[in-house]
């Protein structure tokens, strides 16, 4: 998608494109911390449901995933 995007603007204004290039890695860098805080964010839920749900599979309950 991202690729159709650059290419259709570079048919259209090739220095915007060409400045969208550049700028791309600087926005990645500048997005990695939200990452990698979704990311630990999504671990601490998934270890809280895990200690919520620890007794039902000592008992023997299966989720039908």
Sequence with gaps: MFLF???FLLAMSWPIALFA????????LVLLP???????VRA???LLEA?????ARL???????
């Design 21 to 28: 290039l550049l700028l791309l890695p600087v926005v990645w």
């Design 5 to 7: 995007a650059w290419c």
């Design 44 to 46: 601490v839920f998934a």
């Design 34 to 40: 939200f990452r990698l805080l979704a990311i630990a």
């Design 59 to 65: 008992l023997g309950y299966r989720p039908s995933h």
């Design 51 to 55: 200690l919520l749900f620890l007794p």
